[in-house]
């Protein structure tokens, strides 16, 4: 796997990807607006299998999206963006992360309290849904306690 920061060519494997994960996935106007984020994919053999979008805004960082093509979901990919992404960040000046993630979405909370994430709010009706919206979880990393070497020093067990 390697990782490599997302160029405009990677649109139309990232919406596909999008499509693919996500029930209610972001628009192309969404991601075109994202540009000037932190933007990463993650290509195995010459193809995106997934990406996230960061963004930060002075010192505090936010995970706005990330997703794995389910044809490549478990295999790693969603945590080494992840993680890599937090590093990042935290190079970058960032001292905490905050993301919101659907309720529903035990896989991925579960994989946020792996990387040391902790729930500190929720936001109501956040999320559209089939017939109702949604809650979303915010759960917040704290960035300065740690020392981002790399990856085993960031790995929480």
Not at 88 to 101: H, N, S, Y
Request: net charge negative; glycine share 8%.
């Amino acid at each position: 796997m390697l990782l490599r920061t997302m160029v405009s060519d990677d649109l139309e494997a990232v919406l596909v990807i999008e499509r693919a994960a996500t029930e209610f996935p972001w628009t192309t106007a969404q991601f075109n607006s994202s540009t000037s984020d932190d933007c990463t994919v993650v290509d195995v053999d010459g193809v995106v299998v997934g990406f996230s979008v960061f963004q930060r805004v002075l010192d505090e960082s936010s995970l706005l999206n990330i997703a794995v093509h389910p044809d490549h979901q478990g295999c790693g990919a969603g945590r080494l963006l992840l993680e890599q992404g937090l590093i990042q960040q935290t190079r970058r000046g960032a001292v905490r992360c905050l993301l919101e993630v659907r309720e529903s979405n035990a896989r991925a909370r579960g994989l946020y309290r792996a990387l040391g994430f902790r729930q500190v709010g929720e936001r109501k009706n956040y999320y559209p849904g089939r017939d109702s919206r949604e809650m979303a979880i915010v759960m917040c990393r704290d960035l300065a306690s740690a020392l981002l070497n790399d990856i085993e020093t960031w790995s929480v067990t």
